[in-house]
């Protein structure tokens, strides 16, 4: 069979491992002149390794992108230090990534709400029953059960953070079960960074006989109506398939094939997604002089922006020349300024916020900046998400869809990416 995924990111890469190996006719069409998707990296002159657009790790229950690796045979290039992940609370940073550090942590105070806390977490990680807990809102529940208090300080800013003010009420319980079940604080990632690994991956592919068609947008698919299968629209010109395989976003999806069934096309269309904008620096000095990686910041705080990322004090600054690599960025509505904002602008809006994180800070220290948007970073799983959640196998035979929004009830990630991509593989092999 002739299968052509739509598609190079941990998705299509995965769902083409599978597919080759059952011995058909792959092609991925990438419309990037690179491969990694969402996950990809950028390198510097006199960097050794890669820097992530949007700042990635993987986490040590990661089993699916585990498992592939091992497969592709990489294992010994992944490594997992143990970075420090930091929670604001009145104008200071505290440790918060362990047990210990999460009963010392003082925006809890010493009494009910930190045994509130603690209680709640430990059920999340032990129940298996999310399907009841889609039935709610996080606020809902983490209210009733974590209690008022808990709920402003710890989950109501992880939800405006990730959501907006839009979202952050309408967002299920099975969403943050899912973050709290299956995360670690272990945290890892890819000697060389993700980038290496894609193209370790992409090569990897290749030598087994997979072509890989980078810069090569796929812009329409349809049955062809005369010999069965499918026709693509490239650049190029029109590329034939038995069976297609699309890992795009769910709006990109339904544009490239309109002839889906209204139902379908329905359904992709209703699924809400957030954006993101991350602004990479390269610094001359550390912006962190106590080594934090993660920092959790309230957007009741007053930053402009949600995440602060010190790459380098997770990886070493040697790995980049010396610099000094920190990441700022938002989830955020396609329609929000950030998306408009010229990439100095919106440095003039963050440089400020960077001298609360460190008093010594100075405009001086930036080397250089980069500035990533994409306008679908996270689906938004509302009440009862498991019923909205499209098929695989669309109705059209032949052509299945993998994405970011059907990994559902975990959240999103490249080891889920894996996962769907090759939960596809299997269905396309099935049928
Ligand atoms: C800010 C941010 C932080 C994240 N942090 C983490 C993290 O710490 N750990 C983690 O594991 N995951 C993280 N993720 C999630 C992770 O990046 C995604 O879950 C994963 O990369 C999705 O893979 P995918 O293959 O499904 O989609 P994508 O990576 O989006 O791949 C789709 C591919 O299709 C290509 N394409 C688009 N249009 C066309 C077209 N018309 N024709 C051909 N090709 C096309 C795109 O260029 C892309 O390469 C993060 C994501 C964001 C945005």
């Given at each position: 069979?002739?299968?052509?995924?739509?598609?190079?990111?941990?998705?299509?890469?995965?769902?083409?491992?599978?597919?080759?190996?059952?011995?058909?006719?792959?092609?991925?069409?990438?419309?990037?002149?690179?491969?990694?998707?969402?996950?990809?990296?950028?390198?510097?002159?006199g960097w050794a390794w890669s820097v992530e657009k949007f700042y990635h790790h993987w986490f040590s229950s990661?089993?699916?992108?585990?498992?592939?690796?091992?497969?592709?045979?990489?294992?010994?290039?992944?490594?997992?230090?143990?970075?420090?992940?930091?929670?604001?609370?009145?104008?200071?940073?505290?440790?918060?990534?362990?047990?210990?550090?999460?009963?010392?942590?003082?925006?809890?105070?010493?009494?009910?709400?930190?045994?509130?806390?603690?209680?709640?977490?430990?059920?999340?990680?032990?129940?298996?029953?999310?399907?009841?807990?889609?039935?709610?809102?996080?606020?809902?529940?983490?209210?009733?059960?974590?209690?008022?208090?808990?709920?402003?300080?710890?989950?109501?800013?992880?939800?405006?953070?990730?959501?907006?003010?839009?979202?952050?009420?309408?967002?299920?319980?099975?969403?943050?079960?899912?973050?709290?079940?299956?995360?670690?604080?272990?945290?890892?990632?890819?000697?060389?960074?993700?980038?290496?690994?894609?193209?370790?991956?992409?090569?990897?592919?290749?030598?087994?006989?997979?072509?890989?068609?980078?810069?090569?947008?796929?812009?329409?698919?349809?049955?062809?109506?005369?010999?069965?299968?499918?026709?693509?629209?490239?650049?190029?010109?029109?590329?034939?398939?038995?069976?297609?395989?699309?890992?795009?976003?769910?709006?990109?999806?339904?544009?490239?094939?309109?002839?889906?069934?209204?139902?379908?096309?329905?359904?992709?269309?209703?699924?809400?997604?957030?954006?993101?904008?991350?602004?990479?620096?390269?610094?001359?000095?550390?912006?962190?002089?106590?080594?934090?990686?993660?920092?959790?910041?309230?957007?009741?705080?007053?930053?402009?922006?949600l995440a602060v990322v010190e790459h380098t004090n997770f990886v070493s600054p040697e790995n980049f020349g010396?610099?000094?690599?920190?990441?700022?960025?938002?989830?955020?509505?396609?329609?929000?300024?950030?998306?408009?904002?010229?990439?100095?602008?919106?440095?003039?809006?963050?440089?400020?916020?960077?001298?609360?994180?460190?008093?010594?800070?100075?405009?001086n220290w930036v080397k250089k900046t980069w500035l990533w948007r994409t306008a679908y970073a996270q689906p938004?799983?509302?009440?009862?998400?498991?019923?909205?959640?499209?098929?695989?196998?669309?109705?059209?035979?032949?052509?299945?869809?993998?994405?970011?929004?059907?990994?559902?009830?975990?959240?999103?990630?490249?080891?889920?990416?894996?996962?769907?991509?090759?939960?596809?593989?299997?269905?396309?092999?099935?049928?």
């Open positions: 069979m002739k299968i052509a995924i739509i598609g190079a990111g941990y998705s299509g890469m995965s769902a083409a491992w599978d597919l080759k190996k059952a011995g058909h006719d792959i092609t991925i069409y990438e419309s990037a002149d690179y491969v990694g998707g969402l996950a990809s990296g950028f390198k510097e002159p990661d089993e699916h992108m585990l498992g592939i690796i091992r497969e592709l045979g990489l294992e010994d290039k992944v490594i997992f230090p143990r970075p420090l992940t930091v929670m604001y609370h009145e104008g200071k940073f505290y440790p918060f990534d362990s047990i210990v550090n999460a009963i010392l942590f003082p925006g809890l105070g010493w009494g009910l709400n930190k045994i509130r806390f603690g209680l709640v977490g430990l059920f999340l990680r032990i129940t298996t029953n999310w399907r009841a807990l889609e039935k709610t809102t996080v606020e809902a529940w983490m209210r009733k059960w974590a209690g008022e208090k808990v709920y402003k300080l710890m989950w109501e800013p992880l939800l405006v953070g990730k959501f907006g003010e839009k979202y952050s009420k309408q967002v299920n319980m099975a969403w943050m079960w899912a973050r709290i079940h299956a995360r670690t604080t272990r945290l890892g990632t890819f000697k060389g960074g993700f980038q290496a690994f894609a193209d370790q991956f992409a090569e990897k592919l290749r030598a087994t006989g997979v072509e890989i068609r980078l810069g090569t947008p796929v812009t329409h698919i349809q049955q062809d109506a005369g010999q069965g299968g499918f026709e693509l629209s490239t650049p190029e010109g029109t590329e034939k398939a038995d069976k297609v395989l699309v890992t795009l976003s769910p709006a990109v999806a339904a544009k490239m094939v309109p002839a889906l069934p209204k139902e379908y096309l329905e359904g992709l269309l209703r699924l809400k997604s957030m954006g993101a904008v991350v602004m990479t620096l390269a610094l001359k000095e550390k912006l962190s002089e106590q080594g934090y990686y993660w920092y959790n910041i309230p957007k009741s705080a007053g930053f402009p922006f010396g610099d000094h690599i920190v990441y700022v960025g938002d989830y955020l509505e396609p329609e929000h300024e950030y998306f408009r904002l010229s990439q100095d602008e919106l440095l003039e809006r963050f440089l400020p916020s960077l001298q609360k994180l460190n008093p010594r800070f100075e405009r938004v799983p509302l009440v009862n998400h498991s019923q909205n959640i499209p098929a695989i196998q669309t109705p059209i035979n032949g052509l299945y869809f993998a994405s970011m929004s059907q990994v559902y009830p975990w959240d999103r990630g490249t080891n889920f990416a894996v996962e769907i991509g090759r939960t596809a593989a299997g269905l396309m092999l099935k049928e």
